[in-house]
């Protein structure tokens, strides 16, 4: 049967035969075609509609650099280090400074801000044992008024699959970056249309002869196409398609183009959880230095982790990377891109790699967590995550060094000295007075992070709010002055369950009449439960929520000695608006906001709001004063002599559950919240906790001290039991007041006799 | 009193840079530079002076670093220690040719209409000098220019609760209130922001 049928097919006529070979011939380059075309779609839209994926970068304050700033020699020199800055001999590019005895030698790198760009400048900056004297352009002797270093790198936002990468243009790629590439990975790139027979040739030959894979024969184009658009997996058809896609690829773009997409595609490494995509990237990753500053040899270490970026790994395998790398060297120098004397010289070089990766991430995680929070509300995920936006915040990474270490030590000698205290956590903001912009910030003790206690741990603020009831009464100049008496006496106030709130003062004793000043210094909690009830609790309420809007209060009268709950984020705007001399400003972690490319997307400017009357937040702010120097704060003053006069206010609540202080100087206010995430008590009262911990941060940050310039309109006066006194009378007290309302009676400070009076000038 | 002098002529300077400051009607910016001697003092006026004398300080309370006393248990004459008026102003590190130089930039923006690249310098400079009222001034005469009036009224506010006995500046935000209040048509204050102005241009009477 079959054989017959056989024999009936070859009996057909020759001419059908060739006809049904071409017709099928025709259909399958016509399939390959369309298949070919749909490829060709494929890689057009793919690479054309390529969006990089870029995280977001969020950047700490720029350091300003003026003469007359107080910022020491080893200052700078750190935070150059920071930034990646290599200390040299001579400065010849971007990126280095040279030290001598009293002066420095840098040379900055070109930055964009919102604002415009900094250039890269050739500066000497000179010092004396207060800070900067001077700075001067070194080409042309000029004085440089004002200049910003490029802001360290404090978090990411990464896309979900984890990428990171600094995008590069071809035209910034250093000519020996792509030179070491194409003599190591595709010696004919410039000649080839996309696939390199010639070396697919010789990697068949090479891994014959050696029994296994050593050597690809992939150009580089293949290569991207194999990042780009394909699986992992090694098939036969896989690598046709590659091939063809190379073929395509080539057709439509220009070397450059193909390479420039190479540069930024390629995988050079793993930090965490992220893969770090790129030679822009990995420059900082493995020497914390922009691409663009690195020398030959550390471009070539780059090139050879191409090949295998983990097995290569410079800070795990130094052995390997070192021998990978001087290979790459002696390629260059074989196909003439290096003298062979050069590369020897480079080769006997060290690797170079810096011994911490450009950034570290998660070292500032509270802060980055409150960054985040705001730019969610501006911007949707895709865009936080994806977009590459630049976000410049307000935080100093020494001065958040400083008070994320005074929080852990402190915490620690803390739960030595008191026997029944553990498990202590604690929250601290400090921010600038009348920018409002936060410069540091922790939510916990250091290690992973958890709970955000500055933004989210709502606690009662104790006595932190009584700066609200004295400022409602101070308002009323008329009324309430300074040292007003005011009875610190029992108070019984009947409750709707019919039992009777009975408040006391810490020691349990009545003080009588006090004046106003220090029933705030010694926070006598009858005098200002009566003081408040006077005033009409309403009324106070009305003052803490003008300092923070969206607060809505009950109108109790337990109000009047804390018991509301704020965040130490709410703590420090109401603090804020009393140091400012009543003028709120919201407080703020981010300035601007760049694409990209380093075009504006948005700024965040500085606003005020007047929610108290200037005269009366001076004499607040006096007030403050007094619970620092004599009141519940005064181990501050003992501690902290040189920076006197500082303001604040300490707080303790229920059972020292909560350990509270406030406090401000004339540039700087910080907060300091102390407690259990449980909500045991800590044995601690906002003098023994927090206190301790916000002097420790001061003693470091130093504070401008208050100036307690008054404000037009008032006046200080001598006062002596009350009443008007003279100037010179070194017993009585001065107070400032609020024109016109100054005691008008009238007390002698002398005896009448003159010789006296003089005797008592005298001495 | 180097210092005041070095206050003064800055603050000179200042004036100069922000031309577009709003001026009381009836003055003129000055375009020399006088000797500081000649210039309006931007010290305490002398009623304040007199109220706020150098005092010595008072000796360190006795108190022991990390454990405190409770409250109410401490020595009775800390507590009665005479209050003490504020000393002078330390002798702080002057940035003032950082600040001039922000001013400028921040003058040569806003000339060009890029306001808030002005804004953004003027910020730069408070970062440097936040307690400087003239900066806040300027930040107020922006706001006022790109018709946002409650903010130049806010800012306004600020400069002046800094601007102590500072009669040029304050005649000067009084001005830019005015200005902001005649705009949103609250007419009234803007009538007393003018008279105060108008009193502040006055020669002092002492």
């Known amino acids: 049967m079959a054989k017959r049928r056989r024999k009936r097919k070859s009996s057909r006529p020759r001419s059908t035969r060739l006809g049904f070979w071409l017709a099928l011939l025709v259909a399958a380059v016509a399939a390959a075609a369309v298949y070919v ?65 009293s002066r420095l030698s840098v040379h900055t790198r070109r930055f964009r801000y919102w604002d415009g760009t900094e250039p890269a400048r050739h500066i000497q900056v000179r010092f004396d044992n207060r800070g900067i004297t001077a700075i001067m352009a070194v080409t042309t002797g000029e004085a440089v008024p004002v200049l910003r270093l490029g802001p360290r790198i404090i978090g990411k936002i990464y896309p979900e699959h984890h990428e990171d990468r600094i995008l590069i243009r071809y035209d910034n790629a250093p000519q020996q970056l792509i030179n070491a590439l194409i003599a190591v990975e595709d010696r004919d790139f410039y000649q080839h249309y996309g696939v390199d027979p010639l070396a697919i040739a010789r990697a068949a030959w090479v ?43 080539e057709s439509h773009y220009s070397k450059q183009e193909i390479l420039e997409a190479y540069l930024n595609e390629v995988y050079l490494g793993q930090q965490g959880n992220n893969a770090i995509h790129g030679f822009g990237l990995a420059a900082e990753f493995y020497f914390r230095r922009p691409l663009t500053e690195l020398s030959t040899e550390q471009l070539a270490l780059l090139v050879g982790l191409v090949r295998g970026a ?13 021998e990978r790398r001087n290979l790459v060297l002696r390629l260059m120098a074989d196909q003439g891109y290096l003298e062979p ?70 915490l620690q000698r803390l739960e030595q000295q008191y026997s029944n205290t553990e498990e202590l956590q604690g929250a601290v903001i400090l921010a600038s007075v009348d920018t409002g912009e936060i410069i540091a910030l922790t939510g916990q003790r250091g290690g992973s992070f958890g ?220 907060v300091v919240w102390i407690g259990r995430d449980d909500n045991q008590p800590t044995e601690l009262t906002g003098a023994s906790g927090a206190l301790q911990v916000w002097t420790d941060i001061m003693a470091v940050i130093k504070p401008r001290p208050l100036t307690l310039t008054p404000p037009d ?51 | 009193m180097s210092e005041i002098i070095l206050r003064v002529f800055v603050s000179s300077l200042l004036l100069i840079l922000s031309a577009c400051a709003i001026q009381p009607s009836g003055t003129r910016v000055p375009v020399e530079q006088r000797s500081p001697q000649q210039q309006p003092s931007t010290d305490a006026e002398p009623r304040e002076k007199g109220g706020a004398p150098v005092e010595s300080r008072l000796p360190e309370p006795d108190t022991e670093i990390e454990t405190l006393p409770p409250p109410g248990k401490q020595d009775m004459k800390e507590l009665e220690a005479p209050v003490q008026a504020p000393p002078e102003p330390a002798e702080q590190p002057q940035a003032s040719s950082a600040v001039v130089a922000l001013l400028e930039t ?25 307690k400087n009222p003239w900066l806040w001034h300027r930040l107020g005469v922006l706001r006022l220019q790109q018709g946002d009036y409650q903010a130049a009224i806010d800012l306004a506010n600020k400069s002046n609760a800094l601007a102590a006995g500072n009669r040029r500046l304050m005649a000067g935000n009084w001005e830019l209130l005015a200005r902001a209040y005649t705009a949103l048509g609250r007419d009234a204050e803007a009538e007393r922001a003018r008279r105060n102005a108008r009193e502040l241009q006055a020669p002092y009477q002492g």
């Open chain 1, 37 to 101: 075309l749909w490829l060709d779609r494929e890689v057009r839209s793919a690479f054309e509609g390529k969006r990089w994926a870029l995280p977001a970068t969020v950047y700490a304050r720029p350091l300003e650099l003026y003469a007359g700033r107080s910022l020491r020699h080893d200052d700078l020199v750190r935070e150059l280090e920071a930034l990646g800055y290599r200390r040299s001999d001579g400065v010849d590019q971007a990126g280095e400074y040279a030290v001598s005895d």
């Open chain 1, 207 to 249: 891994n014959l002869l050696a029994g296994r894979i050593r050597q690809g024969g992939s150009t580089l184009t293949q290569q991207l196409v194999k990042n780009f658009y394909l699986t992992r997996d090694r098939t036969l058809w896989r690598k046709i398609n590659e091939a063809i896609m190379a073929l395509l690829l």
């Open chain 1, 310 to 322: 983990s097995y290569y790994n410079p800070r795990r395998h130094p052995q390997r990377a070192l």
């Open chain 1, 341 to 410: 004397d050069a590369a020897e010289q480079l080769i006997s070089r060290p690797l170079g790699i810096s011994d911490v990766p450009g950034w570290t991430s998660d070292r500032y995680p509270t802060f980055v967590d409150l960054v985040r929070r705001q730019l969610h509300r501006d911007y949707d995920s895709d865009d936080l995550q994806n977009a590459g936006l630049r976000i410049f915040t307000t935080l100093d990474p020494v001065a958040q060094h400083t008070v994320q270490k005074s929080l852990d030590q402190r």
């Open chain 1, 451 to 670: 709970f955000n206690r500055a933004l989210d741990a709502r606690r009662p603020i104790g006595s932190l709010v009584k700066p609200a009831v004295y400022l409602t009464a101070l308002a009323r100049p008329e009324q309430y002055s300074v040292i007003t008496p005011i009875a610190d006496m029992p108070v019984s106030l009947p409750q709707p369950d019919g039992d009777s709130w009975m408040p006391e003062n810490y020691d349990r004793e009545f003080h009588g009449e006090v004046p106003l000043y220090q029933a705030l210094a010694q926070s006598y909690n009858l005098a200002t439960v009566n003081l408040g009830l006077e005033l009409g609790v309403a009324r106070v309420a009305d003052t803490l929520e003008a300092m923070l809007p969206g607060l809505s209060l009950r109108h109790y009268p337990s109000l009047l000695l804390g018991s509301v709950d704020l965040t130490p984020l709410q703590v420090t705007q109401m603090y804020q608006t009393i140091a400012a001399g009543g003028f709120r400003t919201p407080l703020k972690s981010i300035v601007a906001v760049l694409d990209s490319d380093g075009e504006p997307l948005r700024r965040y400017p500085l606003s005020v709001d007047q929610v108290a009357p200037t005269r009366a937040s001076y004499l607040m702010t006096f007030l403050l004063t007094q619970v620092v120097e004599r009141g519940t704060a005064r181990s501050a003053a003992a501690r902290l002599p040189d920076l006197m006069p500082l303001a604040g206010k300490t707080g303790t609540t229920d059972e020292l559950r909560d350990s509270w202080f406030a406090g401000f100087g004339s540039d700087r206010i910080g």
């Open chain 1, 713 to 763: 309109g008032v006046r200080w006066q001598k006062v002596i039991n009350g009443k008007r006194t003279d100037e010179d009378c070194e017993r009585a007290s001065s107070f400032p007041f609020i024109v016109p309302h100054l005691p008008e009676e009238y007390e002698p400070c002398h005896g009448s006799n003159a010789v006296e009076r003089l005797f008592q000038r005298i001495f």
């Open chain 2, 106 to 130: 921040a003058r040569e923006q806003a000339a060009a209409g890029d306001d808030e690249q002005a804004a953004a310098h003027l910020e730069r400079a408070l970062r440097i000098e936040p």
